[in-house]
């Protein structure tokens, strides 16, 4: 059974999340945020103090974690029985995130779990590599993408609503780098899918980025 598949990839902050969870709702569509994925592995790793240069350790975490995600208006990740839905957008957890993120090993057991989203009527897949190295069969790519500035104020803003404290020249410097770190990676790196439609959404309303996502389906 040939199932639709709609990716969406870019850069931490650019919208990927709340765009692709609200064109999943409006189809009726299964919904895959991969990098909660890499995220909940990042906690795993810094709950019990892991050395980010032990790969045999990520891994063997990477295959034991259990990770439900429950979506409606907003996302809910279940990891080992854990709510860790608010840890998930902290700078530490994001940054231990890419790192990891960047052993092919690492990325190799959690492709499957990825892979596994893909279920009938269809799925909207929300990361960086979704149409360019998880669903490269995907009819429909977008690459949403929005100034590190803009992106950094976003951030800023939702961590602060959130009563977490936060520096915005730092949350800049770190998005910078993060940039820089996932699109110069050997495996995987952050570049658009060349069959992708890419959207920048540093000027453009939520809504008007959904509708585009939507006009593209």
């Known amino acids: 059974m040939n199932i639709p598949i709609i990716t969406i990839d870019g ?10 969870r609200a064109v999943a709702k409006q189809l009726g569509w299964h919904y895959l945020d991969s990098g909660s994925i890499y995220r909940a592995l990042a906690i795993c790793a810094l709950d019990c103090s892991a050395d980010l240069d032990n790969i045999k350790l990520l891994v063997t975490l990477a295959t034991d974690m259990r990770l439900v995600f429950q979506c409606d208006d907003s996302l809910v990740v279940i990891l080992d029985g854990v709510d860790i ?16 993120a960047a052993y092919p090993d690492v ?12 279920q009938s009527p269809g799925l909207v897949a929300d990361g960086r590599d979704m149409g360019t190295v998880v669903f490269t069969q995907a009819k429909t790519k977008v690459f949403l993408t929005a100034s590190a500035m803009e992106r950094a104020e976003r951030r800023f ?3 602060k609503e959130k009563g977490i404290d936060a520096n915005l020249s730092q ?12 699109s110069e990676r050997k495996t995987a790196p952050l570049i658009a899918a060349e069959d992708a ?3 920048d959404s540093s000027n453009l309303s939520i809504e008007e980025v959904i509708a585009a996502v939507m006009a593209l389906t």
Do not use: M, Y
Not at 11 to 20: C, D, E, L, N
Not at 108 to 113: E, F, R, T
């Open 11 to 20: 850069p931490s902050g650019a919208g990927k999340g709340t765009v692709s």
């Open 85 to 100: 839905t608010e840890r998930l957008p902290t700078e530490e957890v994001g940054s231990t995130a890419s790192k990891i």
């Open 107 to 118: 990325r190799a057991v959690l492709l499957q779990k990825q892979k596994d989203f893909c």
């Open 157 to 159: 803003k939702q961590l």
């Open 171 to 182: 949350i800049t410097k770190d998005i910078e780098a993060r940039d820089k770190r996932d």
């Open 197 to 199: 439609t890419t959207i």
